[in-house]
């Protein structure tokens, strides 16, 4: 048989065994491009901070970042292609409300991007810098855990870069392949000095932005690009902050406990109405929101580490590149994490 790789599947008459891409007569099986592995449905809509408006999650962030930079004078937004709206419109319409002064476009470099950033910060400034894909931050890795997580420190609380925030378009979309897919929170979840921050919706989206652009430490703030126009709420226009460090439990559970963040919030949920219907068995499911520093308190109430009946589990992809054609089979889909319910319980 060919080179390629394949799948066994076993019948009542034997096993037949598929190319994998391939149907039974050797047409292409088509997996759709584009298609999501979860359902969004939008939260219930805010009514503590004033009047809302329909918005995605790109328009609650272009809302965040025209809401700080009509409130701080200082605050600078940068990065590739910004200046035109960026290549997911985060930013339409900012540089012509605001001028060419405040909203700019960098050259190619993400190490200069953060560089500047943190030269911006360090002067007093707020810097709002964007790395066109979460992929494309390793060249600014240094940058940023060797300089910008360390400047307070290496001084003495005589200087620091709080002022500084990256953003970055972050996880898959169905067929963004190796270099448009990655998910890099876990590079910098141990790097004291910097917070790190993913939300699920577009009113988590504005909230925790504004309350990453107003702490006084560099943040990193990855966005789900697949919730950039698939996630729809209704949005409160005035700035309002959600505080870091503080996870939210979206379902109390009395049998499991499911910890998620950004898009995989979505999943848990599916996973955990799957659990209810199919097992009996009840979760609790918690958005994390901030990776680091992550809210301990929420997530390990009551010493719960003593009193664990199963093994924790991990859900997540392979350890093997992002593919392309694969992806189905790669993301911790919702029967992945029902398998791994399922386990624990049998455990």
């Known amino acids: 048989m060919a080179a390629a790789a394949r799948l066994v599947l076993r019948t009542a008459s034997g096993a037949k065994v598929l190319r994998a891409g391939l149907g039974w007569l050797g047409a292409p099986i088509r997996v ?73 476009n960098t050259p190619l470099c993400e190490q200069g991007i953060v560089g500047f950033g943190i030269g911006v910060a360090v002067a007093g400034a707020t810097a709002i810098a964007e790395i066109q894909f979460a992929d494309y931050i390793f060249p600014a890795f240094d940058q940023i855990v060797n ?42 979840a141990h790097c004291p000095g910097i917070k790190v921050v993913i939300p699920r919706s577009p009113v988590q989206a504005k909230g925790l932005l504004l309350s990453c652009i107003a702490d006084k430490n560099p943040c990193i703030f990855f966005e789900p690009k697949i919730l950039y126009r698939a996630a729809v709420e209704q949005v409160p226009t005035e700035p309002y902050l959600i505080p870091l460090s503080q996870a939210e439990v979206l379902q109390e559970g009395s049998d499991v406990t499911l910890v998620a963040w950004g898009t995989q919030v979505h999943v848990m949920k599916e996973v955990a109405a799957m659990a209810q219907e199919k097992l009996g068995v009840s979760c609790e499911v918690i958005d994390l929101q901030t990776i680091l520093p992550w809210d301990t308190e929420t997530v390990c109430k009551e010493e719960c580490f003593l009193n664990l009946e199963a093994p924790i589990a991990r859900v997540c992809g392979y350890d093997t590149p992002f593919p392309h054609i694969f992806e189905p089979f790669y993301i911790p889909d919702k029967w992945k994490c029902f398998d791994a319910v399922k386990r624990m319980i049998n455990y």
Not at 34 to 50: K, L
Not at 59 to 85: K, M, R, W
Not at 163 to 183: D, E, F, K, M
Request: one cysteine or more; aromatic letters at 14%.
């Open 32 to 104: 759709p491009h584009a298609a999501a592995h979860f359902t969004f449905h939008p939260d219930p809509v805010p009514t503590r901070h004033g009047p809302t408006q329909k918005m995605n999650l790109f328009q609650s962030i272009t809302s965040a970042l025209d809401n700080t930079l009509s409130s701080d004078p200082t605050a600078v937004i940068f990065g590739e292609d910004v200046a035109f709206g960026g290549v997911f419109r985060c930013t339409v319409g900012l540089r012509d409300k605001y001028g060419k002064d405040r909203v700019f």
């Open 147 to 188: 300089e910008a997580a360390k400047y307070r420190y290496r001084s003495g609380n005589m200087f620091d870069c709080g002022n500084l925030t990256i953003r970055a378009p972050w996880g898959c979309v169905g067929h963004g392949s190796l270099y448009h897919s990655q998910s890099p929170e876990a590079f910098f």
